[in-house]
């Protein structure tokens, strides 16, 4: 009631506030006119932030342009700089580097969050505590992450390698971990895993409690083993949730850049040198920008097809 | 204008049976992820070649067709 009058008096005071001009030319507007109104400065804004820069990569993917000599001559150059990089080995390899890190962080992440969330989901004595302790990592920044792991990984201080050493009986600094290049593709695939298992976990979370209770007491009464509860109700049904988890993952380590720029800057040689990183590369240290637009957009039309995928699944979801 | 096609128009044609949404855009999603994978196999650099061209017809398809009626 209350709140009702108070929000009825802010009303009355913006409409005394309101210059005359104004009221007069508002009075004359339709409702959707009025709706207009409101909306463009949000379409301008969005226009001149989406709409217009990618619009304008999309011209510069067709040029031999190069933003270190900005007054050199614009040439048109059609579909070269595409096929350069469609028949460019190098430009595939990075793709492949892509592909064994996305594959990896999915697969390690899945089967862990999708443990831990069947851990949580028992409601153990403290489970609150866990659950905040375990999403600690997916609320840090990337760029923090990627800093500190550089020094866990570091083989003389690191904390890492005296873990490892603990375990596996080997000197500290035996190893290391970013300048190996057998071991460098895994120190990110164990930072992102770290980092982003806690959000499969909480998808996965949702999953395991939308399962209603009726079906597990079902199955107790059919005398049904845990392990049959397991395979026949909860990974059936909660299995959307996993497919959302690992399209949302699979987007994201895609177009992965922060945490790899900063912990190993796609060394050593080119061993963890992602699509993202040879994109920068190709932009800002050989000045391609042309070359480098028509990368971006051959990213961009992927993790687009990808998230109409995503969108499709999410669809399937919710109709469920 | 509706965002979809008007169902009542093409209810009972043949094209209401030949453009419905689901098989079509079960067909775009299978392209786009054909093309993600040949974007991203190791195997032969001439699918590679092919990959972008695949996963932009998908998309392209997959915009079109979510305009189908279902």
């Avoid at chain 1, 391609?288 to 961009?300: E, K, M």
Wanted: proline share 5%; glycine share 6%.
């Amino acid at each position: 009631m209350h709140e009702a009058a108070a929000s009825a008096s802010v009303a009355e005071r913006v409409a005394a506030a309101t210059p005359e001009t104004i009221v007069r030319r508002v009075r004359g507007l339709s409702d959707r006119a009025i709706a207009w109104v409101f909306v463009l400065p949000t379409m301008a804004l969005l226009l001149a932030i989406n709409i217009f820069p990618l619009i304008w990569t999309i011209r510069l993917s067709f040029t031999n342009y190069r933003v270190n000599r900005a007054n050199a001559p614009l040439r048109w150059v059609g579909i070269d700089n595409y096929v350069s990089i469609l028949t460019d080995p190098d430009i595939w390899s990075s793709m492949q580097v892509t592909a064994r890190f996305v594959f990896w962080t999915i697969a390690i992440e899945t089967i862990l969050g999708f443990l831990l969330a069947v851990l949580i989901d028992r409601k153990f004595r403290g489970h609150g505590f866990w659950t905040t302790v375990i999403l600690i990592p997916m609320m840090l920044s990337p760029a923090v992450v990627g800093n500190f792991w550089t020094f866990l990984y570091q083989p003389q201080i690191g904390l890492f390698n005296y873990a490892a050493s603990f375990i596996a009986g080997i000197p500290p600094s035996s190893f290391q971990m970013i300048g190996d290049v057998s071991l460098a593709p895994w120190s990110i695939v164990i930072v992102d895993v770290w980092m982003w298992t806690p959000y499969v976990m909480l998808i996965c979370l949702a999953g395991l409690r939308s399962i209603p209770g009726y079906i597990y007491e079902a199955a107790e009464v059919d005398r049904a083993s845990a392990w049959r509860q397991f395979w026949s109700i909860t990974l059936p049904l909660a299995l959307p949730f996993i497919m959302l988890a690992v399209l949302f993952r699979g987007i994201e380590n895609f177009k992965m850049f922060d945490m790899v720029n900063l912990l190993t800057n796609g060394g050593p040689g080119s061993t963890t040198e992602l699509a993202s990183i040879t994109l920068k590369r190709e932009a800002f240290e050989k000045w391609r920008t042309g070359y480098s637009s028509a990368f971006a957009i051959v990213l961009f039309v992927a993790i687009f097809g990808l998230a109409n995928i995503y969108v499709k699944a999410l669809n399937q979801v919710k109709q469920r | 204008m509706s965002d979809h096609l008007d169902q009542g128009m093409l209810k009972g044609s043949p094209l209401a049976r030949i453009f419905r949404r689901r098989p079509w855009e079960t067909l775009a999603t299978v392209l786009i992820a054909t093309g993600i994978l040949m974007l991203m196999q190791p195997i032969s650099l001439e699918l590679y070649t092919h990959s972008f061209a695949t996963i932009l017809f998908g998309t392209v398809m997959f915009i079109i067709v979510s305009k189908f009626p279902d």
